[in-house]
């Protein structure tokens, strides 16, 4: 190959991933704001957080893998809520809908600029009265209502007891998962 063919080839090769991030457009999903885990983040209209409220992360603590959460059950809502308006602000009452009734333990008190875990020490938040059994990989409308900012609604996913999740207390009424039985075969071979 000439020296010239080399130049060409090369210069294709390094002009292909500028040309590809730039049919990207900004639409692109680098261009986007994104939860760096299954756990949602508030993002409304393109924008993260809405009226002063932001949400780096919402989960439902479901049960461990391949358990379920029973029909009737409860699970932990855990939020990670940032009020950043000059005024404090509360967390008054949350709603969950037709999936079941949220009980405040106590109004949140949210200080301006100052992050608030909602699960920390224990959880604030739970979702009870469940009306169909979770696995994890749903998600839940919930309508969290605030003294200043009114109603935030979020679409919240419930993730299993695993990974980053899994040193998280157990969902109450949560039914364990299937243990493995050998099977025959294995336990013939085994003699």
């Not at 500028?18 to 939860?35: H, R, S």
């Not at 949560?174 to 294995?186: H, L």
Request: hydrophobic share 40%; charged share 15%.
């Amino acid at each position: 190959m000439t020296s010239r063919r080399w130049i060409v080839v090369a210069a294709a090769f390094l002009a292909a991933p500028v040309l590809a991030g730039c049919g990207a457009g900004f639409d692109a999903t680098t261009n986007k704001p994104y939860a760096p885990n299954e756990a949602q983040v508030l993002i409304e209209n393109g924008a993260y957080g809405t009226r002063g409220i932001q949400i780096p992360q919402a989960f439902i603590l479901g049960p461990d893998a391949g358990a379920q959460i029973a029909w009737r059950g409860s699970a932990p809502i855990y939020l990670n809520i940032l009020n950043t308006t000059g005024t404090p602000d509360t967390l008054q009452a949350v709603s969950a809908g037709n999936m079941g009734t949220v009980k405040v333990t106590a109004p949140i008190q949210l200080p301006s600029n100052q992050l608030v875990n909602t699960g920390k020490p224990t959880p604030q938040l739970m979702l009870e009265s469940i009306p169909k059994s979770l696995r994890g990989g749903e998600s839940i409308k919930l309508d969290l209502q605030f003294a200043n900012a009114g109603i935030v609604s979020m679409n919240v996913p419930v993730v299993t007891r695993s990974r980053e999740f899994k040193d998280y207390p157990p969902a109450p009424n949560a039914t364990a998962a299937p243990t493995p039985t050998p099977s025959a075969s294995a336990s013939e071979e085994a003699h």
